[in-house]
C-alpha cells in the first residue's frame, strides 16, 4: 500500500456516538481522513466512516466513490467485500467504473445523441456507437469536495461537485451530491440527487463491484441473489434498449425466489466481443420514488448478506463481465466474474422512451431536484 491514510482522526463524539478512545481503534465510531496520493498534481483524500459494530467503509473523493466495505463474516472475521486498487494512481488506468459515482446520465444512450426542447445534443460515443457512464470524462473521473458531516444516523462523507453546462455535451449547470453515511444497523447509505439551471437529462448510478466472499476470493457465481422484479427491458447488440417492457418469466432474469448466480448463467454465453453473462436492465417492483427493498444478496462460504433497498424504477444486474484479470488490493487478480454491479437506475437510454408506458421522466427541470436513494444493508445468514 503506497499511501496509508493519514491518521487525522476527527472522531465525532456527539449524540448516538461514543467517540474516539484510543484514537482510532476498529470499534472507534466516526470518520478518519487522510491525504491517499495524488493525480496529474491535484490531492486526493481517503475517508474511512466506522460504525460501533465491526464495520467500515473507505471513500474517496476522485470520483466520490468506494474504494473498501470491510463487514464481519459469520464467524465475525472482517471480510473487503468491494474490489479496488491499493492505490489511487491505478483507479484511472485499470479502473472500470470501481465504485465511483457515474453521471451525468449513467448506462447507455443510443447512438450518442438525444434531442431536448428542439435541439439535438451530441455526446462522446465512447462504447461503440453509444454513450456510456457520461463520456469520455464523467463524474468517475473527477475530483469531488468533499465534507465530512455527522448525522442522526451517522457519520459520513458529501460530495458535491458542479457540472458545467457543456461538459460531456451536456446541456445545463448540475450541481450534483452524493452523500454517504454509515448507520450503526450495518447500512450504507447512498443518497445522490442535484439540481440544474437549464433541462438535462440526469440519472446517477453508483457502481461499486461487490463479492460477498471477499474480493479476489474468485467468482460471484455461487453467490444467491434475489430481485424484486416482474420485468425487464430486452436489448439489441449494443445494449440498447428495444424499448419493449417484458416479462421475466420464464427467463434467466427471474430471481424473483432467489437462485444462485451461477444457475442460469449460460442463458448468455459470450459471442464475439460480448463476454457473455448478465448485463440486464430489470424493472423493479413497487412504486417508484418509495423506498422499498429490491434485492438480497447472499454468499454461501462468508454467509454475508446484503439487502438493497432503493427508490428508483431500475437495477442494472452486471456480472462483471468485463473484469480482465487486473491486480486489485493486496494483490489479489479481479478476473471474470470476480465481482457485480446492482446498480439502481432509471431505465438505459429513458431519453429516447419520454412519455412511453412504464419508462420514468429523466428530464431535471430547473426548480425541480434529482433524488435517488440507496441502502445497503449488511448482516450474516
Ligand atoms: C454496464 C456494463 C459496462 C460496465 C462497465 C455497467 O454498468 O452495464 O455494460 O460494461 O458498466 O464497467
Known sequence: MRHPILSVLLCLSVGVFAGCQGGGSMTSQGVESGVWGDLDGDRVQRFTLRNGRGMEVDLCDYGAMVTGVRVPDRDGRSVDV?????????????SQYFGCTVGRVGNRIGGGSFELDGETYQLAANNGPN?????????????????????????????????????EGYPGTLEAEATYVLTENDELVIEMSAVTDAATPCNIVHHTYWNL??????????ETLFIDADRYTPVDATLIPTGEIAPVDAT??????????????????????????FDHNLCLNGEVGTLREVARLTDPT?????TISTDQPGIQFYTGNFLNGMIGKAGAAYE??????????????SIHHQGEPGWSDVVLNPGNRYEHVMVHRFSTD
Open 82 to 94: 468491494v474490489l479496488g486498487f491499493d492505490s489511487i494512481e491505478e483507479y484511472p488506468e485499470k
Open 131 to 167: 454513450h456510456l457512464h457520461g463520456g469520455d470524462r464523467g463524474f468517475d473521473k473527477h475530483i469531488w469536495n468533499a465534507t465530512e458531516i455527522l448525522t442522526s444516523r451517522g457519520p459520513g462523507v458529501r460530495f458535491t461537485r458542479t457540472s458545467p453546462a457543456g461538459e
Open 213 to 222: 466472499g471477499g474480493h479476489g476470493s474468485g467468482t460471484i457465481l455461487d
Open 252 to 277: 434467466a432474469l427471474d430471481f424473483r425466489n432467489g437462485k444462485s448466480i451461477g444457475a442460469d448463467f449460460e442463458a448468455f454465453p459470450p459471442n464475439g466481443d460480448d463476454p457473455g453473462g
Open 302 to 306: 462468508t454467509g454475508i448478506v446484503m
Open 336 to 349: 471474470k466474474n470476480g465481482g457485480l454491479c446492482l446498480e439502481t437506475q432509471a431505465f438505459p437510454d
